[in-house]
């Protein structure tokens, strides 16, 4: 079976260099361009691991809906531990607020990418 991670972050640098540590890792990764399409391919991939920023699409703003949307497609196969999701931000408020829904949330320089990937 193929391991597949699916990126929506911002920053096109981080997004490429998370594909490129992936595709190492043994994971094929598919980069979404934008929310909608990360929803689309989060309801309709069969992901391992999803990472996105907290507020994909809004850059700079606290709204957390963005990975709200995302973590309720993808709840039910987290449940049965058929995927591992984190929603990731520089900014500790907006990680904070993401926590206070259920989302699994972590700082930008928190996160060792390694471990996430890991089985």
């Not at 490129?20 to 929310?35: C, E, S, V």
């Not at 989060?42 to 709200?68: C, H, T, W």
């Amino acid at each position: 079976m193929d391991r597949k991670i699916l990126i929506g972050l911002h920053d096109e640098g981080s997004a490429n260099s998370t594909s490129i540590f992936a595709r190492i890792k043994g994971y094929q990764p598919f980069i979404a361009p934008d929310l909608d399409e990360l929803i689309a391919e989060a309801k309709g991939g069969e992901y391992q691991r999803v990472i996105m920023d907290i507020n994909f699409g809004f850059p700079f703003s606290p709204d957390i809906l963005p990975s709200l949307r995302v973590y309720e497609v993808l709840k039910p196969r987290i449940d049965l531990g058929l995927v591992r999701f984190l929603a990731i931000s520089g900014s500790y408020e907006t990680v904070r607020l993401a926590k206070e829904r259920g989302i699994p949330a972590e700082d930008k320089s928190d996160v060792n990418i390694s471990n996430f990937l890991k089985e």
